[in-house]
């Protein structure tokens, strides 16, 4: 199993300054700049998520097949799943609507050793086309799509998979109960202290992601996996109100 962890570079300020003006949260230069350590200090479990998803595509990756990674960011589901792909013929496309995010990604993949060809798109995940594939991982990126949207990129992901490919979601949700909700929510904000950010920067970002970022309950992920015809999803991983599913078709 290869554990496929960005350098971290640079540190996540981006919300330190009590004087500076925030807008909406976007994956822009300044963002792109910090990412990974942005992601490992605010998303509980990103490293085993990252790291599992190389050990699901060894499995169910197939010959002359493609792996999609949508939302790619700065690419480390794809370098995941590229390190663990055994089968011959196979390709990664990896999207993202973000050009800042692609340029780096495109920049981690050129120093990477492995042989497996990639595919970079810069595009919203709602006109991608998918095609033969038989692992598609959406990590963190179906939260950022606005919902009335998010019912086709699903559809989209189960007519464009092999019978027995999977698919592997990794969202922030929302729990039904409301004590539990912001049990988790304060859960997770600790979490954040605890990996070095103040109370201003948890406020700010928090701010800024409001209605960028919109979380839905797990009910409602796994109601839609099912209404696009899946015939299995359940959840694999969960930290605090962070989890991973996979869908099987």
């Given at each position: 199993?290869?554990?496929?962890?960005?350098?971290?570079?640079?540190?996540?300020?981006?919300?330190?300054?009590?004087?500076?003006?925030?807008?909406?949260?976007?994956?822009?230069?300044?963002?792109?700049?910090?990412?990974?350590?942005?992601?490992?200090?605010s998303?509980?479990?990103?490293?085993?998520i990252?790291?599992?998803?190389?050990?699901?595509?060894?499995?169910?990756?197939?010959?002359?097949?493609?792996?999609?990674?949508?939302?790619?960011?700065?690419?480390?589901?794809?370098?995941?799943?590229?390190?663990?792909?055994?089968?011959?013929?196979?390709?990664?496309?990896?999207?993202?609507?973000?050009?800042?995010?692609?340029?780096r990604?495109?920049?981690?993949?050129?120093?990477?050793?492995?042989?497996?060809?990639?595919?970079?798109?810069?595009?919203?995940?709602?006109?991608?086309?998918?095609?033969?594939?038989?692992?598609?991982?959406?990590?963190?990126?179906?939260?950022?799509?606005?919902?009335?949207?998010?019912?086709?990129?699903?559809?989209?992901?189960?007519?464009?998979?092999?019978?027995?490919?999977?698919?592997?979601?990794?969202?922030?949700?929302?729990?039904?109960d409301?004590?539990?909700?912001?049990?988790?929510?304060?859960l997770?904000?600790?979490?954040?202290?605890?990996?070095?950010?103040?109370?201003?920067?948890?406020?700010?970002?928090?701010?800024?992601?409001?209605?960028?970022?919109?979380?839905?309950?797990?009910?409602?992920?796994?109601?839609r996996?099912?209404?696009?015809?899946?015939?299995?999803?359940?959840?694999?991983?969960?930290?605090?109100?962070?989890?991973?599913?996979?869908?099987?078709?």
């Amino acid at each position: 199993m290869a554990l496929i962890l960005l350098v971290t570079k640079h540190r996540d300020s981006l919300y330190a300054d009590p004087l500076s003006e925030h807008g909406l949260f976007a994956f822009d230069e300044s963002v792109a700049r910090v990412f990974p350590d942005m992601i490992k200090r605010s998303v509980p479990g990103y490293s085993t998520i990252v790291a599992m998803t190389g050990v699901l595509t060894g499995k169910y990756a197939t010959a002359g097949s493609s792996l999609y990674d949508l939302g790619c960011s700065l690419g480390a589901s794809t370098l995941a799943m590229r390190h663990n792909i055994s089968q011959p013929n196979c390709k990664i496309i990896s999207v993202d609507n973000s050009s800042a995010m692609l340029d780096r990604c495109k920049t981690i993949i050129d120093t990477d050793s492995y042989v497996t060809p990639i595919e970079l798109i810069c595009a919203d995940l709602q006109d991608v086309v998918i095609q033969n594939a038989s692992v598609i991982v959406l990590n963190f990126t179906l939260q950022f799509i606005p919902k009335v949207l998010r019912d086709e990129v699903i559809r989209g992901i189960y007519q464009g998979l092999e019978f027995g490919g999977i698919l592997v979601l990794s969202e922030k949700f929302a729990f039904e109960d409301p004590h539990l909700d912001e049990l988790n929510i304060e859960l997770h904000h600790q979490f954040k202290r605890a990996n070095g950010y103040s109370d201003l920067e948890v406020a700010g970002k928090r701010t800024a992601l409001e209605t960028v970022l919109v979380p839905e309950t797990l009910n409602e992920h796994k109601n839609r996996i099912s209404a696009a015809g899946f015939s299995s999803c359940d959840v694999w991983f969960q930290c605090f109100n962070f989890a991973s599913l996979i869908a099987v078709k």
